[in-house]
Nanobody
């Protein structure tokens, strides 16, 4: 089983930047997709960005041009660089992975708060 541990997040003013990092650990796994989802109060969890093991990326329209996802396959780490943050980006951000057998895993979540 894959264990995901997130770091980063916090409070920032609108227009500022934050960096989220997530590292996967465990044994006997091969991760295909890593990424980030977020959930704001009273809303459903939504996709933010994903990246495959071959570095193909996918972003939600709401973050395109502001957020950048990257990955280090050797370290099983995924990073989300968030720039030009807006109050509507406020949410709990969850790291996500999908292994080569199709098993999903989730991190514990990290709070991102953007003040106006």
């Amino acid at each position: 089983q894959v264990r995901l541990v997130e770091s980063g997040g916090g409070l920032v003013q609108a227009g500022g930047s934050l960096r989220l990092s997530c590292t996967a650990s465990g044994s006997g796994f091969s991760i295909n997709i890593m990424g980030w989802y977020r959930q704001a109060p009273g809303k459903q969890r939504e996709l933010v960005a994903t990246i495959t093991s071959r570095y193909s990326t996918n972003y939600s329209d709401s973050v395109k041009g502001r957020f950048t996802i990257s990955r280090d396959n050797a370290k099983n780490t995924v990073v989300l660089q968030m720039n030009s943050l807006k109050p509507e980006d406020t949410a709990v951000y969850y790291c996500y992975s999908l292994d080569s057998w199709g098993h999903p895993s989730w991190g514990q979540g990290t709070q991102v708060t953007v003040s106006s």
